[in-house]
């Protein structure tokens, strides 16, 4: 019921191309969504977030897709560059508990 | 204006002792959340920590764990008798209030046990 499920485990992307990585969830009463960036011995750092009132929310080369229905939300990276090579982990909390129950991450590499 | 710290970064311990794991919150930040990132998973909860308070430890181990966050100085996760399966990189988030979604996460301390 908690569970937060994160695809694909690892992606390649060219430079210049579109990176986009899925996660679905089964709680419905989760209402926060966020998307954070790790990079090798780093902590977690906050990408975009999305409630579930809107179906699409864009910050820069960044976009969440949100399909309340189907209970799936996606982050679209536009242009990947060299630089967004890191593992990105989807979250997802409810109410006041605010504990966030994150995805298995995805390794993204985007070559040069 | 500092982010949110943790120490130590690194720390070894051989199994039976004890580990002592700070964090302190961003300044104006009255809230502290715990996770454990086990090699290649995602992060798990731990424990939600307010002033003085355990608001909800639903993440953390029965035994062996324990969680403070006193009136003043930093947030503490303690792990007493540490076996190799605690080996993991521990997380502090802190956030302003209860009604603010955003989580700050430290730079994590990696305990290895030997």
């Known amino acids: 019921q908690q569970q937060v499920k994160q695809s694909p485990q690892s992606l390649i992307v060219q430079k210049g191309g579109i990176s986009i990585i899925n996660c679905a969830y089964e709680n419905t009463a989760f209402d926060y969504f966020p998307w954070y960036q790790q990079f090798p011995g780093k902590g977690p750092a906050l990408l975009i977030a999305i409630r579930p009132d809107v179906s699409e929310k864009k910050e820069g080369r960044f976009t969440i897709s949100f399909n309340k229905s189907a209970k799936q939300f996606s982050l679209h990276i536009m242009d990947s560059q060299p630089g967004d090579s890191a593992t990105y982990f989807c979250a997802a909390s409810k109410g006041s508990a605010r504990q966030l129950t994150f995805g298995s991450g995805t390794q993204l590499t985007v070559l040069p | 204006n500092a982010g949110v710290m943790q120490n130590p970064r690194h720390l070894v311990r051989r199994r039976g002792q004890e580990a002592r794991l700070r964090c302190s919150p961003m300044k104006g930040h009255s809230h502290v959340y715990w996770y454990r990132q086990l090699p290649e998973e995602g992060l798990k909860f731990m424990v939600y920590l307010q002033k003085e308070n355990i608001i909800d430890e639903s993440g953390m181990p029965k035994e062996r764990f324990s969680a403070e966050f006193p009136k003043e100085g930093p947030s503490i996760l303690r792990i007493q008798q540490v076996v190799r399966g605690d080996s993991a990189a521990y997380f502090c988030?802190?956030?302003?209030?209860?009604?603010?979604?955003?989580?700050?996460f430290g730079p994590g301390t990696r305990l290895t046990v030997l």
């Open positions: 988030a802190s956030s302003p209030s209860i009604t603010t979604d955003t989580q700050y």
